[in-house]
């Protein structure tokens, strides 16, 4: 159960204060959204995630990036578990 999704983003629109230190190197956390419709050949969009302040005060989502879904298997993906194994990026 896979997929392969090619994306960019545009890093100038990065906020500075999205950019988590952690013990290993800087981190950026990411939601991409996959989407049944396609615009200019592309089916998902990249975004930082708001806060809970962000999204219940309105804010407007900021668009990151864009990029396209350019396989799915046969079975399809499924949503991932959790593993707790201590080695993970801080998010």
């Known amino acids: 159960m896979s997929a392969i ?3 960019s983003i545009n890093l100038d629109k990065i906020p500075e204060g999205a950019i988590i230190e952690g013990k290993k190197g800087r981190y950026l956390n990411l939601a ?4 049944d419709d396609t ?3 592309n089916n998902v969009s990249v975004q ?4 809970k302040e962000e999204r219940e005060g309105g804010a407007d989502k900021i668009f990151y990036g864009n990029g396209k879904v350019v396989w799915v298997s046969d079975t399809g ?5 959790r593993e707790d194994d201590g080695d993970k ?3």
Do not use: H, R
């Open 5 to 7: 999704i090619n994306a």
């Open 32 to 35: 991409i959204f996959c989407n």
């Open 39 to 41: 615009q200019y050949g």
């Open 48 to 51: 930082v995630p708001m806060t």
């Open 77 to 81: 993906v499924t949503v991932a578990g």
């Open 89 to 91: 990026p801080p998010f």
